[in-house]
């Protein structure tokens, strides 16, 4: 079955730029993560969706990153004003909801902020 | 602070033989715990989860260990195959997994034929 999707796989910006990563998720999934990775590191959590509602937001580095996912199933990262430090590889990952569930992750949006 | 700790970056190990990767953690609240194999230009792939209920957890080649009071896992890979060189990923999360994850940094894994 189809998995985890993210568009685009990579994306180059000149600073200053605004930028919009998509997820589409797993049908049916009811949790909807995204997460930060940069070079050498695990991955770092940005914020995280129950259907359409957004029940964590902690991990967001600034309020120029903001995330929707307005009829709960795709979700949009947008970075406004990039940053050479927003460059990141930004992966979305889906689940089951209800605990016991492993995250899915999709491939990957690699964004080089010049 | 890091939370997930995986304090061998790098780990390589003779084809056939077993392979063991070390992860530890710090909070308490802790009660999921996954790893995740991850290649080059792809997302991170679940391998296997154990519950804080639990010390051992099996499935084909890979077993993962959990020592509760020593905040300590662990992932075995036996026998080590050449498809299983990539980075590896321990992983921890809270109310049984329906929260975020937080990550180590990674141990990568080199299967020498």
């Known amino acids: 079955g189809a998995g985890v999707s993210q568009s685009p796989r990579y994306k180059v910006a000149k600073r200053g730029q605004d930028v919009a990563l998509r997820c589409d998720p797993i049908s049916g999934h009811v949790s909807l993560f995204w997460y930060q990775q940069a070079l050498g590191q695990g991955p770092e959590f940005l914020t995280y969706f129950q259907n359409e509602a957004q029940l964590d937001k902690s991990g967001l580095p600034s309020d120029r990153f903001f995330a929707e996912r307005p009829e709960g199933s795709v979700s949009t990262l947008k970075i406004q004003r990039t940053q050479q430090e927003d460059s990141a590889v930004y992966l979305c990952?889906?689940?089951?909801?209800?605990?016991?569930?492993?995250?899915?992750f999709g491939p990957g949006t690699r964004l080089t902020v010049l | 602070d890091q939370q997930v700790k995986q304090n061998s970056p790098s780990l390589s190990v003779q084809e056939g033989r077993i392979s063991i990767l070390n992860c530890d953690y710090t909070n308490s609240m802790f009660d999921y715990f996954l790893w995740y194999k991850k290649y080059p230009a792809e997302g991170p792939t679940f391998l296997i989860s154990i519950s804080s209920i639990k010390d051992k957890n099996e499935d084909g080649r890979f077993t993962v260990f959990l020592n509760k009071s020593a905040k300590h896992l662990s992932l075995h890979i036996v026998p080590s195959q050449p498809g299983d060189s990539a980075v590896y990923f321990c992983a921890a999360s809270s109310n049984f997994g329906n929260e975020k994850l937080t990550f180590g940094t990674g141990t990568r894994l080199t299967i020498i034929p």
């Open positions: 990952a889906s689940s089951l909801s209800g605990g016991g569930y492993e995250q899915f």
